[in-house]
């Protein structure tokens, strides 16, 4: 009889520990630092702070849509575990917020682009407005405004164009934004036709043909041309009447 309630206590005392235990992992915060078997790592945006919310993505390699997803806590950090199979990954994570009304989505900049296994890994992410895509050269953090000739302008040298940008109000990360004096690229360049790499903001825009001094009028696509030639856009977000995403298209004329 004591044998057996002996062994009984134990069984209890085990379940206790056991389940303690596993609140206590369940609980744990993610870490930054090195984990077997995890893709651990924190999310900041360009001033340091962590954000919370954002979607981490591990993506497997080797098998067709079997990415794991973890979402980022209050202080920036998140735990993805990964399977003990064999494996190759990469990492990727993008955040969706809403700026004047209008929903965005953006890639975030990995501090490291290379591939891990199963083993586990660090990869920590910054939102930032403007820079090229570390692993795809020619894509960019900032959006794209695309430059139409509005039928019977005799402006045919684009790249001659001046385009002040004027921030109204802050940034879509609620930094405050600087102006801007763009011009597009040579003809036959990838960018010709494109101001590219904008931070994400409403700007007032004008534009001046360089050569001549002369102001150029300036609208959205499809829109009236304004008494001072200006125009006041947001860009387009996830939607867009065009087929683009973080994009604007104005149009100029004399």
Not at 83 to 88: G, V
Not at 96 to 114: C, D, M, Q, S
Not at 168 to 190: A, E, F
Request: glycine share 10%; charged share 20%; aromatic share 10%.
């Amino acid at each position: 009889m004591i044998s057996l309630l002996n062994s009984n206590i134990l069984i209890i005392l085990a379940c206790q520990i056991l389940f303690s235990s596993c609140t206590i992992f369940d609980e744990e915060p993610a870490s930054t630092t090195s984990k077997k078997g995890h893709l651990v790592g924190k999310v900041l945006d360009d001033q340091d702070k962590p954000l919370q919310g954002v979607q981490v993505v591990a993506d497997n390699n080797w098998l067709y849509n079997s990415n794991l997803v973890g979402i980022t806590n209050a202080d920036g950090t998140y735990s993805i575990k990964l399977p003990a199979a064999a494996s190759t990954y990469t990492a990727s994570a993008e955040i969706k917020t809403n700026y004047n009304g209008i929903a965005y989505k953006f890639r975030l900049r990995p501090e490291e682009v290379g591939g891990f296994t199963q083993d586990g890994a660090v990869r920590n992410f910054r939102w930032v407005l403007s820079g090229e895509y570390p692993d795809e050269p020619g894509l960019y953090y900032g959006g794209t405004i695309t430059l139409d000739k509005v039928i019977g302008s005799s402006l045919f040298d684009v790249e001659n164009i001046e385009f002040t940008l004027t921030p109204v109000g802050n940034l879509v990360d609620g930094s405050v934004g600087k102006i801007l004096t763009r011009r597009c690229g040579p003809p036959s360049s990838d960018t010709f036709g494109q101001l590219v790499d904008i931070p994400i903001g409403r700007y007032k825009i004008t534009a001046v043909h360089k050569p001549t001094g002369n102001r150029v009028l300036v609208r959205n696509k499809n829109g009236a041309f304004s008494a001072d030639g200006s125009v006041t856009l947001d860009f387009y977000g996830e939607k867009s009447p065009w087929f683009c995403s973080n994009c604007m298209i104005i149009e100029y004329g004399e």
